[in-house]
């Protein structure tokens, strides 16, 4: 899989952000905008310029990231302000390489077998999809967004923003799935997920992507074989994938092999010494240690931004700052904005379709600013009246990141 970094292209042909960087330098913009100090810091250690893996050549190349070839996270306000992510936007995060592309070539012989259940059996893909489906709009969002913003710099792909998107998923509800095989066993407390990715000889079997969830969240679980209403690809999970909406990217199985209801969390290592809530000051992460589940509560600001000044409209320091916000579990209720550091706080629009509680809400906010330096933050809060949080939680991993001041912007009106 290194082949595919053997050239690294350096010229700002390839780094659009770059080029419009520049010319920007060069125009007498009233508004110059750039990320708060942590923010700059990573632009300025931004990684080498990578191309896209031959499975997400797909992709929109300027609009992403490339960190390596199984981790490419979207720009910061490159998904523009509609409401659902594009697939060519949407990041990719794979803990093991992905299988082979053969798996959706022939995306109806797909075998998922259930178990757990009264009546266990298998089904093609081509049987599930014989069954009613549903389309449910979600954020799929990596447990480590934001992880580029603890200043502890834990280990692990150094996310912004953009290991996030909203999209839309169809296929057949679990719940109905485990009704028709005459529903779930007693005792049962996990909803586990098995990926399809084949481990090589002498490799532990506890190095498979399983993940156990909750048994309550098979309620609005599906087992899905379309993104954005087209198959999807293997990049995402292809051909069927398990999703779990309200919890973070690495609950939602791909290519999912094998689905069962069990009394015990899987033993893989993902699931006991992997995404856990575990204090910077441990040696490793530890079964006891609170799982990552579901999101909490998150915004965050898409525009203006360093490499899009935005709406600057016909007078200096006249602009509307627009962006994301999502509640995880719960719907979004209301989005707050502050142009002064989070002193005060105006309330935002929420606009575009409201797509479920699930999804995310676009929210924007007209100002004017006063010649001078602003820092702009955005605050959400959920249906529940969960706030999304001020400052993030501090753990090994730098996990769950929902700091409204670690996801801040700067802009300075001339
Ligand atoms: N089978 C399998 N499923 C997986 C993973 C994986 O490596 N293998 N990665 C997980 C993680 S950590 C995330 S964040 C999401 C990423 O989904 P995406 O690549 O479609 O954005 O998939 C999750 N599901
Ligand atoms: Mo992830």
């Known amino acids: 899989m290194s082949s595919i970094f ?7 042909a390839v780094r659009p952000d770059l080029a419009r960087r520049a010319m920007l330098a060069q125009s007498a913009s009233a508004l110059v ?19 896209l893996p031959s499975y997400a050549a797909f992709k929109d190349a300027g609009s992403m990231i490339v960190h390596s070839a199984n981790t490419i996270e979207m720009r910061r306000g490159a998904a523009g302000t509609g409401a659902v992510t594009a697939v060519a936007h949407l990041y990719v995060r794979n803990n093991l390489n992905p299988p082979s592309p053969d798996i959706v070539a022939k995306p109806d012989a797909w075998v998922v077998s259930i178990d757990g259940v009264r009546t266990p059996r298998s089904f093609t893909l081509a049987e599930l999809k014989a069954m009613r489906s549903e389309t449910l709009t979600m954020v799929l969002q990596c447990s480590g967004n934001g992880r580029g913003m603890f200043p502890s710099k834990p280990s692990g792909t150094p996310w912004q923003v953009g290991a996030a998107g909203c999209v839309m998923w169809s296929g057949v509800p679990v719940r109905e799935l485990a009704h028709s095989l005459g529903g779930v066993r007693q005792g049962m407390k996990f909803m586990t997920g098995t990926g399809g990715e084949v481990l090589a000889a002498g ?20 087992l899905a074989w379309e993104l954005n209403g087209e198959p ?17 990217g690495v609950n939602s199985v ?20 992997d995404y856990r809530m575990t204090a910077a000051s441990e040696a490793s992460m530890r079964p006891t240690d609170p799982s990552v589940w579901q999101m909490p509560p998150k915004s965050w600001i898409n525009s203006p931004l360093a490499d899009n000044p935005g709406l600057q409209g016909g007078h200096a320091g006249e602009l509307t700052i627009q962006g994301v916000a999502f509640g995880g579990v719960n719907a979004v209720r209301s989005v707050d904005v502050s142009t002064d550091g ?27 600013l006063s ?44």
């Open 254 to 273: 791909k290519y999912v092999k094998h689905l069962a209801f069990t009394a015990q969390e899987s033993d893989a290592s993902i699931q006991q010494t």
């Open 232 to 248: 999807i690809p293997l990049a995402h999970g292809g051909p069927l994938r398990l999703i779990v909406p309200g919890f973070t």
């Open 33 to 51: 905008a750039s990320t708060l100090p942590l923010g700059t810091a990573f632009a300025q250690t931004a990684p080498a310029v990578r191309p």
């Open 342 to 368: 989070g002193v005060s706080w105006n309330r935002a629009k929420l606009v575009g379709p409201d797509l479920g509680r699930y999804a995310w809400r676009e929210f924007e906010l007209p100002v004017k």
């Open 6 to 12: 053997d050239r690294i292209p350096d010229s700002a």
């Open 371 to 414: 010649p001078g330096s602003h820092v702009l933050m955005s605050r959400i809060t959920d249906v529940k009246g969960n706030v999304q949080v001020e400052n993030r939680v501090e753990n090994k991993a730098g996990y769950l990141n929902s700091s409204w001041r670690d996801h801040a912007v700067t802009v300075t009106v001339a």
């Open 203 to 222: 490799i532990d079997p506890k190095a498979r992507v399983e993940r156990s969830v909750p048994i309550a969240a098979m309620e609005d679980a599906i």
